[in-house]
């Protein structure tokens, strides 16, 4: 049962357009939205990450955009460059059953997205 | 400092061998985690540990065991393999063992084939 699920699966951009992924999930508990960052042969690494009190985060080039009450958020790479092709995850989490810490990470299925020159 | 290493990069087993899949970290993180990556599916998680001695299961622990001596190693064991166990391994850190969603730092990876 996947509850974040991630959308498109594969996206091809020309250099200089905007690339979007977004992302839906279904577990009113989750109140972190990572997005993780893989380059071919490595392992993921953290982009960047919203949490529901803000609609928006910006760093540099790389907006999140969520909207708490449609469950969905997305990631937007302006003006996209070929050093940005990778895998791109979502991922969410939340309090865990004792209510006090924020412990698994449940990711979406991953986008791959080609920037073409 | 290296990071979250892991080894091997690459594996291939027969059905029914057994092996285990190395990972180390230096950055005395309590909090390490075992994923497994397959296409379409992302990243699940297998087993966890919040320190030295303490570990728990994930959301696909079935054929997988951990144990944590020390803190810097966390390795993963196949006891009998499965053409099912067939994906790319992961192994990450978290400074924070109480809140690790945080910031996790992940390894390079493991290509593990099941024949």
């Known amino acids: 049962q996947q509850q974040v699920k991630q959308s498109p699966q594969s996206l091809i951009v020309q250099k200089g357009g905007i690339s979007i992924i977004n992302c839906a999930y279904e577990n009113t508990a989750f109140d972190y939205f990572p997005w993780y960052q893989q380059f071919p042969g490595k392992g993921p690494a953290l982009l960047i990450a919203i949490r529901p009190d803000v609609s928006e985060k910006k760093e540099g080039r790389f907006t999140i955009s969520f909207n708490k009450s449609a469950k969905q958020f997305s990631l937007h790479i302006m003006d996209s460059q070929p050093g940005d092709s990778a895998t791109y995850f979502c991922a969410a989490s939340g309090v865990n059953a004792g209510g006090t810490s924020y412990g698994k990470l449940t990711f979406g299925q991953g986008t791959i997205l080609t920037v073409h020159p | 400092n290296a990071g979250v290493t892991q080894t091997p990069k690459f594996q291939v087993l027969k059905t029914g061998q057994s092996m285990t899949l190395q990972c180390a970290q230096d950055m005395n993180h309590e909090y390490m985690s075992w994923y497994r990556q397959d296409p379409g599916m992302g990243l699940r998680l297998i087993h966890y540990s919040v320190g030295a001695g303490i570990t728990d299961q994930g959301e696909v622990p079935n054929g997988y065991n951990v144990s944590r001596s020390t803190t810097e190693d966390f390795p993963l064991r196949l006891l009998s393999a499965a053409p099912s166990q067939t994906s790319v391994y992961f192994c990450?850190?978290?400074?924070?063992?109480?809140?690790?969603?945080?910031?996790?730092?992940f390894g390079p990876g493991t290509r593990l084939t099941v024949t």
């Open positions: 990450a850190s978290s400074p924070d063992r109480f809140s690790p969603a945080y910031e996790q730092y």
